[in-house]
């Protein structure tokens, strides 16, 4: 079965960094583009960056110059890596294959 899960969200100070994780499995990893999602409390899920299949990136205006996206197909898992972190970015940060969710890991950026 297809399965998503995230790792490596925590606590951070502003202006640190954080590297998430989305290690997939049960689908052929390479044939599907992999988001990063985020749902702050009270606030709807937002899309935060994309990677489409062949590695083309995408990313959201509030992430484009902080967060960088990737893959490792060897590894099938996707990275968000968070640089530049304010305390706007705490949120529930989620990773997506079409028709499918992660559980979710907290990133908390203190001030």
């Known amino acids: 079965q297809v399965q998503l899960v995230e790792s490596g969200g925590g606590l951070v100070q502003a202006g640190g960094s954080l590297r998430l994780s989305c290690a997939a499995s049960?689908?052929?990893?390479?044939?599907?583009?992999i988001s990063w999602y985020r749902q702050a409390p009270g606030k709807e899920r937002e899309l935060v960056a994309g990677?489409?299949?062949?590695?083309?990136?995408d990313y959201a205006s509030s992430a484009k110059g902080r967060f960088t996206i990737s893959r490792d197909n060897a590894k099938n898992t996707v990275y968000l890596q968070m640089n530049s972190a304010e305390p706007e970015d705490t949120a529930v940060y989620y990773c997506?294959?079409?028709?499918?969710w992660g559980q979710g890991t907290q990133v908390t950026v203190s001030s």
């Open positions: 049960g689908f052929t990893f390479t044939n599907y583009g």
């Open positions: 997506r294959r079409v028709g499918y």
């Open positions: 990677i489409s299949s062949d590695g083309s990136m």
